[in-house]
């Protein structure tokens, strides 16, 4: 039986051999004819289109002519309708050679497109690859599909937002990826009735076409950012269009520390509202009336009366209801517009305990109000990158935070930061903001923080024996940007992983540096300074040559509490981003052991350039050695052209001979 | 830079770089921490002590992803008028885990030869021999905080 069946079985596959062997032989009469290997000339095909497509797959530029390119971009064009109804579509055609297999592919060959399925159609009407054989590999339904995106996957009311993903077949280097979709925005009473389109990228773009397109009475706003450029005015189909073009554009690098993209490559900025006034009034409207409803619901009040109690000045209220909605309410994180700009109200957010930006900015006015603390949204832009006052609409900002009047003083909140300090805002500083105000109208501008809002005080004190080994006792005090990172990194840790956490701190000094005790402050307070203290031992940490010890003043334990701009780049391009202004001081004692004698301590510097202020030096007296230094980043970025002069700063400060203390015997 | 693809010879990489005011100025005298000993150019003595190497004790034996060695080697010549006071300590030690080797000599009055090379023996190490590795490390790093001391010069 078994034989039998073993037979059966080779006189099976013997017969599935034989047919594949003709099928084979079938496909190889055809491919005979139709010769695979030779290329399919550009001038052969009929599909103008199509015809571009392979011309660039065979023809067009290649690592020679851009040879740091991950991709070259061969067309990127958006044509922007707005329609009478306030109905806006955009359709958008981009067509991108792959160079850099693995950077190329990330970049383009995997695309993932936000769209908001309650306010808008995204319809994929191309996604195809031609490659060298000239032939197009169409993206199958299975290839294009709707996701929810990771950041909203476990906030169920933000469903709305999808994300449509596009995965385009054979893809290889040399290939050439053509997409086009049109996005259909319907008018609604928050849409934003503008936006913003990168005119440039990092890889070179060959043709960069922007067309605003408007019915007749309506004037769009439109300026360009970063680069002098003048759109072309015609008329199409009652509408009047302007066409921004850009051809030719070389291949660009960011630098370590640049700015955002839109801060530093050119932008058009369009709008299609006359006024800031008319952007202002229904959005603010509907959020204030979504966010804080009148009468306030009861149990808005009763747990903003729980979260309060023991508080007596509306400060301590304030910080009380700021800390709830930072630390108690999940933070998702949602792009701001991407599922339009009204807030859920704020019972259904207290119920969920999770929201995006704008829900925790309604619940936090919304609890503020009900103790008498009046307040409003405010939108602001990140990164430096300007707001252009004259484009009113709200598709210039990626952040809202909240103003509360606390005291009578104006009081910054931002509490999706979910170790935030109360009054240290970092998003929207140094720019235009756009205050959401019933009745507002008109653009604020909001000054960079302070430096002294952000201060990071370290003491240290160094006992160095005889023979090498090194006591260190370091006690941290840090508010405001520094006390937000320190909570970020402390506040998850407890037992063995924190002392783990502070080992590893320990081991900045020496490999056989050992953490000999520790202990954290509140690492839920928003008010004050945070606190750390640690002691570490360093064995043979110095030891001596000959008669003469170099002792490396010991770098700190706790990165956090350590942030001095980082100036590795000879020269740059862009301007550096120094983040939010803050201060560094540092005092630090040595005790140098009994039989050596000091020969040199670091000498006093003093200095000041663009973004930077800075005094540092060292004592000595007898035994003992003092060290004292302050570091000052008074701006958010260095422009290009004082660069120069900041890094020579940065340099002279970083210097190892400003890093040690040299001992003889004696 | 040779091809890092080329998977059967090693990757050379060949550059040069000046360094102003190398030997510093610290009252009498000057202080020159060479490349080598510094570790200075090193992935190893930048990242290693840190990576696996920063907790004192482990439960478990710890997977170091790979063996490897390397060698370094500078000559430094210095100004006729130089003289040499102190050099960096030397350093040797073997065992299971590792071995390393550092040591700067002075071959006549103005040039000195620095060597290092370091062995990571075993890609596998248990709690004990973790120690070990430790202590090494430890060597590595101490040596990169001794300079060259020279008299201080003009």
């Known amino acids: 039986m078994k034989k039998s069946l073993y037979v059966a079985i080779v006189l099976l596959a013997a017969c599935k051999g034989s047919d594949s062997s003709k099928q084979s032989a079938k496909a190889g009469t055809k491919a005979a004819a139709e010769d695979p290997w030779a290329k399919k000339s550009a001038s052969d095909i009929k599909d103008p289109k199509l015809a571009r497509l392979v011309e660039l797959a065979t023809n067009g530029p290649d690592k020679d002519k851009y040879p740091q390119a991950d991709a070259i971009v061969a067309l990127e064009q958006d044509d922007i309708t707005y329609k009478s109804d306030g109905t806006v579509v955009t359709k958008h055609h981009s067509i991108v050679k792959l160079l850099d297999p693995q950077r190329g592919k990330e970049k383009y060959a995997d695309l993932h497109i936000p769209y908001d399925s309650k306010r808008e159609t995204l319809t994929i009407e191309t996604a195809r690859t031609v490659n060298a054989d000239g032939k197009p590999q169409v993206a199958s339904k299975d290839e294009i599909g709707d996701i929810v995106p990771a950041a909203v996957a476990d906030a169920t009311i933000y469903s709305d937002v999808r994300e449509r993903v596009v995965t385009f077949p054979a893809v290889d280097t040399g290939s050439v990826l053509e997409l086009e979709y049109t996005r259909t925005t319907k008018a609604t009473p928050d849409s934003p009735l503008g936006g913003e389109e990168m005119l440039a990228q990092w890889n070179p773009v060959l043709e960069r076409i922007v067309s605003i397109s408007a019915p007749a009475g309506i004037a769009p706003k439109l300026a360009v950012e970063g680069q002098k450029l003048e759109p072309k005015k015609s008329r199409a189909g009652g509408n009047t269009v302007w066409t921004y073009k850009l051809e030719n554009q070389p291949d660009r690098h960011p630098e370590m520390g640049s700015l955002v993209e839109a801060a530093v490559l050119p932008r058009l900025v369009f709008g299609f509202q006359p006024s800031w006034q008319k952007v202002v009034q229904p959005v603010a409207e509907r959020f204030l009336k979504a966010a804080v409803p009148s009468p306030l619901p009861a149990s808005i009040k009763a747990e903003a009366d729980r979260i309060v109690a023991g508080a007596t000045t509306p400060a301590e209220k304030a910080q009380k209801l700021f800390a709830y909605v930072a630390h108690d309410i999940r933070s998702v994180e949602l792009p701001l517009g991407w599922a339009g700009y009204e807030p859920h109200s704020p019972e259904v957010v207290l119920q969920n305990r999770y929201a995006d930006e704008r829900d925790k900015v309604g619940l936090l006015l919304a609890l503020a109000s009900s103790q008498g603390i009046s307040g409003r949204p405010v939108l602001v832009r990140t990164g430096k990158v300007p707001v252009v006052a004259s484009v009113p609409t709200i598709a210039q900002f990626d952040r809202v935070i909240a103003k509360l009047d606390v005291d009578s003083k104006e009081v910054w909140l931002d509490p999706s930061d979910e170790h935030g300090q109360y009054n240290v805002a970092f998003a929207g500083q140094d720019n235009m903001v756009l205050p959401l105000d019933k009745g507002g109208s008109e653009l604020g501008s909001r000054p960079a923080l302070d430096p002294s809002t952000s201060i990071s005080a370290t003491k240290a004190d160094f006992k160095l024996a005889a023979n090498g080994d090194l006591e260190a006792t370091y006690s941290y005090e840090m508010s405001g940007w520094y006390a937000d990172r320190a909570q970020s990194e402390l506040r998850p840790l407890k037992g063995e992983l924190l002392d783990r956490y502070f080992q590893k701190g320990a081991a900045e000094l020496a490999p056989t540096a050992l953490d000999k005790g520790h202990e954290v402050g509140d690492t839920q307070s928003v008010t004050g300074s945070m606190s750390v203290k640690q002691q570490v031992t360093a064995p043979g940490y110095s030891t001596a040559q000959a008669n003469f010890r170099v002792f490396e003043l010991p770098p700190v334990t706790l990165g956090v509490a350590d942030e001095v701009p980082n100036a590795g780049l000879s020269t740059r391009k862009t301007p550096l981003w120094l983040g939010t202004p803050r201060t560094e001081k540092g005092e630090i004692t040595v005790q140098v052991p009994s039989g050596w004698k000091v020969t040199y301590v670091p000498p006093k510097l003093e200095g000041k350039t663009e973004g930077l202020s800075y005094s540092d030096g060292c004592e000595a007296s007898g035994q003992t050695i003092t060290c004292k230094a302050e570091i000052k980043v008074d701006k958010l970025v260095v422009p290009t052209d004082k660069y120069g002069a900041f890094r020579e700063a940065i340099t002279k400060l970083q210097a190892y001979e400003r890093r040690i203390v040299l001992l003889t015997r004696g | ?154």
């Open chain 2, 1 to 154: 830079m040779t091809s890092p693809l080329a998977l059967f010879s090693p990757m050379e990489v060949n550059f040069e770089i000046k360094v102003p005011n190398a030997a510093p100025k610290t009252g009498d005298y000057r202080l020159l921490r060479t490349v080598v000993t510094s570790g200075a150019l090193g992935l190893v003595e930048n990242a290693l002590p840190r990576m696996i190497g920063s907790q004192p004790t482990r439960k478990f034996g710890l997977d170091a992803q790979l063996t490897f060695q390397y060698d370094q080697n500078e000559t430094i010549t210095l100004p006729a008028d130089a003289k040499i006071l102190a050099l960096p300590n030397p350093a040797s030690s073997s065992n299971q885990v590792t071995a390393l080797s550092a040591s700067c000599t002075k071959k006549d009055a103005t040039t000195i030869a620095c060597a290092r090379s370091f062995q990571l023996k075993s890609r596998h190490i248990d709690p004990n021999q973790y120690k070990t590795l430790r202590g090494s490390l430890a060597s590595l790093t101490q040596i990169a905080r001794q300079p060259v001391i020279l008299a201080g010069g003009k």
